[in-house]
């Protein structure tokens, strides 16, 4: 992306237009009497108590400009310096002003840090998610290179592997090329998830519908109401459903029970299953990416970070309820204004 720079050219500083400002509200009275008492003027000097009012409004213009620098320049100042050092060091220099002047000022800040703090954290998330993409990639791409290499060595020395052999080398080979295939399925879908799309609201039967079709192993049940809807578009809902299912399927969970909650001002979506649940100490990993405990399985550890994710995009949350027990358990909170 081309970085945007501000033509250069000449700017009057503030100090000089608030200055500029005042003195020429001082003068414009000064000028009026002139223009409608000319006789005032000629050949007669000011008076004393004249030329002291006129020190005494000009002494009042520049502490009023002082304080007008002070309380709006001084802290813009500030303001540039430190946004400069956010762009230089980093997380470091997110440190409040001494001084913000003004309320405006103060809100203008809050805008830059929060702004900087978030700019930091993707930063961070994207460095620690491409470690961990290149982690997950690289495994089964040299498994299926070291597979290969074994069945191109035994073809050249002369000395083919046995049928059974060559099947278990291309029994590993396809599996790992079926979880490099899961795996950008579901970067996919983190990217879509990431990514600002249109509102909208979704029947939640149609949701359930589709969820049903795609998991008949799974028994579905909902509690809702046949015309209860969820602000959610379709594709959204859909895509997070079927990532808390095919969860529940994959840890040996056969039935899965969906309510649905009116809140003031919001709806709880409540998802759970009869699975051995989560154990407390993973609890706090499990929205993480790539963290999986079926690595073996071909688990890629991204449903419930893209659930998490697409979720965000609309304004909802999801958590863990840790008290449930006799399963997992997911509460969705779904604002009504989204």
Avoid: C
């Amino acid at each position: 992306m081309q970085r945007l720079t501000i033509r250069s050219k000449w700017r009057p500083p503030l100090a000089l237009v608030i200055y500029s400002v005042l003195l020429t509200v001082l003068t414009l009275p000064v000028l009026l009497l002139a223009w409608f008492r000319p006789t005032a003027f000629e050949g007669k000097p000011l008076a004393l108590s004249e030329v002291g009012a006129l020190l005494v409004v000009l002494a009042f213009t520049l502490v009023i400009g002082f304080v007008l620098v002070r309380a709006i320049k001084a802290p813009l100042d500030a303001l540039v310096a430190r946004s400069r050092e956010i762009a230089s060091h980093g997380r470091e220099a997110i440190q409040p002003l001494e001084n913000y002047g003004t309320r405006e000022v103060a809100m203008l800040a809050q805008g830059i840090f929060d702004l900087a703090g978030g700019l930091v954290e993707r930063t961070d998330y994207v460095r620690t998610f491409a470690a961990h993409v290149s982690h997950e990639l690289k495994s089964p791409l040299t498994a299926i290179s070291g597979a290969a290499e074994l069945l191109r060595e035994a073809e050249a020395e002369g000395e083919p592997m046995t049928a059974a052999q060559r099947r278990l080398f291309l029994d590993n080979i396809v599996s790992d090329a079926r979880r490099l295939d899961r795996l950008l399925v579901r970067l996919r879908e983190l990217a879509h998830a990431e990514t600002p799309v249109a509102s909208g609201s979704t029947p939640l039967s149609t949701v359930t519908s589709t969820v049903a079709d795609r998991f008949p192993e799974l028994l579905l049940l909902s509690d809702a109401a046949e015309t209860a809807t969820i602000p959610l578009p379709f594709e959204a809902a859909a895509i997070t459903l079927s990532n808390l299912a095919e969860n529940a399927l994959q840890h040996g969970a056969s039935r899965l029970r969906i309510a649905l909650a009116e809140k003031p001002g919001y709806q709880v979506l409540r998802i759970e299953d009869n699975g051995p649940g989560i154990p407390a100490r993973h609890a706090e990993a499990i929205f993480r990416p790539f963290f999986t405990t079926r690595a073996a399985e071909g688990g890629t550890g991204m449903g419930l970070r893209i659930a998490e994710a697409l979720l965000s995009v609309h304004g909802a949350s999801i958590a863990l309820d840790r008290d449930h027990q006799g399963g997992a358990a997911f509460e969705i909170t779904l604002p009504r204004d989204v």
